[in-house]
């Protein structure tokens, strides 16, 4: 049985490929290379906790601030499964 995180997890994935898909051929890889900067709410999944390490959920370590692209949020979301990616 999946966690309902994880059922976000993957939702989240296929609108950024449906919404990539509704791009011009042409355009699609721009459109990954996008650059997407980390909300303070997003990094918050991410936290250190001098006497359990990083939180129980798993996360790419995302910072507030910090930008990447989409393709690079994608995969931090879908291969540790980063929480603080979604």
Same mark, same amino acid.
């Given at each position: @049985?999946?966690?309902? +995180?994880?059922?976000?997890?993957?939702? !989240? /994935? %296929?609108?950024?490929?449906? $919404?990539?898909? #509704?791009?011009? *051929?042409? $355009? @699609? =890889?721009?459109?990954?290379?996008?650059?997407?900067?980390?909300? #303070?709410?997003?990094?918050?999944?991410?936290?250190? =906790?001098?006497? *359990?390490?990083? =939180? /129980?959920? !798993? =996360? +790419?370590? $995302? @910072?507030?601030?910090?930008?990447? !692209?989409?393709?690079? %949020? %994608?995969?931090? %979301?879908? $291969?540790? /499964?980063?929480?603080?990616?979604?």
């Amino acid at each position: @049985r999946l966690q309902p +995180a994880s059922i976000t997890k993957v939702v !989240t /994935s %296929l609108v950024i490929m449906e $919404l990539r898909d #509704k791009v011009p *051929h042409a $355009l @699609r =890889n721009r459109f990954m290379k996008e650059r997407v900067p980390v909300s #303070k709410y997003a990094s918050s999944f991410a936290f250190w =906790n001098a006497e *359990h390490g990083w =939180n /129980s959920g !798993t =996360n +790419a370590k $995302l @910072r507030a601030g910090e930008e990447y !692209t989409v393709r690079e %949020l %994608l995969y931090a %979301l879908m $291969l540790p /499964s980063g929480n603080d990616a979604a």
